[in-house]
T-cell receptor, first 117, second 114 residues
Framework: GAGVSQSPSNKVTEKGKDVELRCDPISGHTALYWYRQRLGQGLEFLIYFQGNSAPDKSGLPSDRFSAERTGESVSTLTIQRTQQEDSAVYLC???????????????FGNGTRLTVT | KQEVTQIPAALSVPEGENLVLNCSFTDSAIYNLQWFRQDPGKGLTSLLLIQSSQREQTSGRLNASLDKSSGRSTLYIAASQPGDSATYLCAVRPQVYNTDKLIFGTGTRLQVFP
């Protein structure tokens, strides 16, 4: 079956421009995550969506970052007025949410590599 | 604040060796721990998920153990192969209300040479 799909795979943008990254989760997966991975570093949590509950936005680094998800479908991550330090790979993941503590594994997309020049 | 550390940061071994990768976390209040592999230019692939009530999980040549009270997990790879070359990451799901976010370590980069 289809996995998590992210687009575009690569994005080069000029400093100060806005960018929009897209994530199509696996059908039926209620949980959706965005992470950022800077070169040579670990994954940095950005935001988490679960069904129609209020998202956990605690990882968004500044108010230039925002994300939306409609129901249990596509999500978009928007970065306004991009800066060079925003350059990274942005990874999306989805999962089924089981009974409390009985999770299923996360399924990741291949990411969007963002370069801000 | 939960922190996850992985040792070693990099490892290079000849084919056929048995390996142990280490993961430690500072807060034992977790729901589960997951191990992933990441190939260059790709996303992460889930390898094993250990619930907090479990001690270990096995899949093929991989075995992961969890000692929640001491904040440690190990990933054991038997009879390593060149195809095992990748970065291995562990992640914990803290017991935090109203979020299922995972906290990741920085990974161990493994190279298995023929």
């Amino acid at each position: 079956g289809a996995g998590v799909s992210q687009s575009p795979s690569n994005k080069v943008t000029e400093k100060g421009k806005d960018v929009e990254l897209r994530c199509d989760p696996i059908s039926g997966h209620t949980a959706l995550y965005w992470y950022r991975q800077r070169l040579g570093q670990g994954l940095e949590f950005l935001i988490y969506f679960q069904g129609n509950s209020a998202p956990d936005k605690s990882g968004l680094p500044s108010d230039r970052f925002s994300a939306e998800r409609t129901g249990e479908s596509v999500s978009t991550l928007t970065i306004q007025r991009t800066q060079q330090e925003d350059s990274a790979v942005y990874l999306c993941a989805s999962s089924l949410r089981g009974i409390q503590g009985k999770d299923s594994p996360l399924h990741f997309g291949n990411g969007t590599r963002l370069t801000v020049t | 604040k939960q922190e996850v550390t992985q040792i070693p940061a990099a490892l290079s071994v000849p084919e056929g060796e048995n390996l142990v990768l280490n993961c430690s976390f500072t807060d034992s209040a977790i729901y589960n721990l997951q191990w992933f592999r990441q190939d260059p230019g790709k996303g992460l692939t889930s390898l094993l998920l250990i619930q907090s009530s479990q001690r270990e999980q096995t899949s093929g040549r991989l075995n992961a153990s969890l000692d929640k009270s001491s904040g440690r997990s190990t990933l054991y790879i038997a009879a390593s192969q060149p195809g095992d070359s990748a970065t291995y990451l562990c992640a914990v799901r803290p017991q935090v209300y109203n979020t299922d976010k995972l906290i990741f370590g920085t990974g161990t980069r493994l190279q298995v040479f023929p």
